[in-house]
T-cell receptor, first 111, second 114 residues
């Protein structure tokens, strides 16, 4: 079945560091890919999406590029801030309206 | 703004107990979802629905029933709760604009089964 793999369970950085969170997917067909962010005590909220090969999604300084060849959608940010500390989820949407999430990556940014 | 409201926020029950989690959305969305969130597993899909009376099976459906009574209301039922169902449950809604439509989540219900 469809699946999403996030390899980092937790990432610890200092402010102004460069961030990469890896996301790889497995899906039949041509899924849409998403990043969601979750702050403590809240539900996940949409960050951005991409729905075709080589499309770049971005929001709030975060970005990711849909790569069908490597089945990846890695999240990057050039300079993280303490306020970026949260859990980040990669997800895919398929033709059956099912939405599958990865296991999440906790980002901790220290001042 | 899109709104998804879950109740209760917290629930404690005993093994074998009967629990109903409620979700209401005011987004006029056709699709609604129930997920559970556990450390190390992320968000796992239990059931989803594309309209009143419809139910689709998710990836971890065992031990759960769900019912969509109206376009707004989606319920998750645990008829014989077990400690393995202790988790944080999220409801979400989504429009029918295609597979790139965004999910809107509620604030979650924390369930503890003793």
């Amino acid at each position: 079945g469809d699946s999403v793999t996030q390899t980092e369970g937790q990432v610890a950085l200092s402010e102004e560091d460069f961030l990469t969170i890896h996301c790889n997917y497995s899906a039949s067909g041509y899924p849409a890919l998403f990043w969601y962010v979750q702050y403590p005590g809240e539900g996940p909220q949409f960050l951005f999406r991409a729905s075709r090969d080589k499309e770049k999604g971005s929001s709030r300084g975060f970005e990711a590029t849909y790569d069908k060849g490597t089945t990846s959608f890695h999240l990057r940010k050039a300079s993280v801030q303490e306020s970026d500390s949260a859990v980040y989820y990669c997800a895919l949407g398929t033709g059956g309206y099912k939405v599958v999430f990865g296991s999440g990556t906790r980002l901790l940014v220290s001042p | 703004e899109a709104a998804v409201t879950q109740s209760p926020r917290n629930k404690v029950t005993v093994t074998g107990g009967n629990v109903t989690l409620s979700c209401r959305q005011t987004n006029s969305h056709n699709y609604m979802y129930w997920y559970r969130q556990d450390t190390g597993h992320g968000l796992r899909l239990i059931h989803y629905s594309y309209g009143a009376g419809n139910l689709q099976i998710g990836d971890v459906p065992d031990g759960y029933k769900a019912t969509r009574t109206t376009q707004e209301d989606f319920f998750l039922l645990l008829e014989l709760a077990s400690p393995s169902q202790t988790s944080l449950y999220f409801c979400a809604s989504r429009g029918t604009g295609g597979i790139a439509e965004t999910l809107y989540f509620g604030s979650g219900t924390r369930l503890t089964v003793l």
